[in-house]
């Protein structure tokens, strides 16, 4: 039994799907009682936990020949919440655990990248088999922008107009956590899941023209006043990240991506023609 976390999210439902079509059991932790659908026909056996609270999550690992550790986006209860699963991975004889990170979880200035950091620093006395996933940003997160853009031809940029982003389908980021938590050899490996091309608003403009068939224009969407106070923590880490992302972008290397897949990360353009595909096929 493979158990997933925070299974009902876009990637912790990708890793499952990607598990699922291994054959592999799957044991997909939620937050809540609220139906299921996609993970119910997946197969996942759904289970209900409180990520923050040990003790119900511990039961769960009993049987689990490997842990995905993944945390709910901007969530302050990171570092003390996942560093407890850990400890529990390891009461529980769990064999291997692969924990979701985020790429430069050292660059500090983020405070959500910090706890990462942190919880990857915990690791090396966890006693525990480990591997850690480090995902850029993700090409899925512009897919929710194409309407307005295809109704605009405009095209916001938050994190501005001069510096890139190494976007990764999310579909990539799920096998190679498949990879992660079902093969031998690399135990106590970090590994970066970047996209294959550094993408800046201009470049992306340019292909969102050619995947909507109309011209689109980079706007560069300058974030509003000060930053909001750190107990106002997802906003605060929001914009903290635009920031640093305004300031030096967010792009790694697509090597170690290639490498676990056996092939390369598929590009944006990769990822907008597979967007037609679905939609076609939903008609």
Not at 19 to 38: D, F, I, K, W, Y
Not at 115 to 134: I, N
Not at 230 to 249: K, Q, V
Request: net charge negative; charged share 20%.
């Amino acid at each position: 039994m493979i158990v997933v976390t925070a299974a009902g999210g876009r990637t912790g439902t990708a890793v499952v799907r990607s598990l699922r079509a291994q054959g592999r059991p799957v044991r997909a932790v939620v937050s809540s009682e609220r139906p299921r659908p996609v993970l119910d026909d997946l197969g996942a056996a759904v289970a209900v936990a409180d990520l923050a609270d040990a003790g119900t999550v511990a039961p769960l690992l009993a049987d689990a020949e490997a842990l995905y550790l993944m945390w709910p986006n901007f969530d302050p209860r990171e570092t003390a919440g996942a560093t407890a699963l850990l400890d529990a991975a390891r009461t529980a004889g769990v064999g291997r655990v692969v924990y979701h990170s985020v790429l430069r979880p050292q660059a500090r200035s983020m405070p959500h990248h910090a706890a990462k950091d942190r919880v990857e620093e915990h690791l090396d006395s966890s006693g525990l088999a480990w591997r850690v996933l480090q995902p850029c940003a993700y090409a899925d997160n512009l897919d929710g922008a194409l309407p307005g853009v295809a109704a605009t031809g405009r095209f916001a940029s938050a994190w501005g107009l001069d510096h890139g982003q190494s976007l990764v389908d999310v579909r990539d980021v799920a096998d190679a956590a498949a990879v992660l938590l079902t093969e031998d050899g690399l135990d106590g490996g970090t590994f970066e899941a970047a996209g294959p091309e550094s993408l800046t608003a201009g470049r992306l403009a340019e292909l969102l023209a050619g995947h909507l068939g109309r011209a689109v224009t980079p706007v560069d969407d300058v974030p509003d006043g000060p930053v909001p106070p750190i107990e106002d923590y997802a906003a605060h880490c929001r914009r903290r990240m635009l920031d640093h992302y305004r300031a030096h972008g967010f792009t790694g290397s697509p090597r170690v991506l290639t490498a676990l897949l056996g092939r390369p990360p598929r590009s944006f353009a990769d990822h907008l023609a597979d967007l037609t595909i679905a939609t076609q096929e939903l008609r």
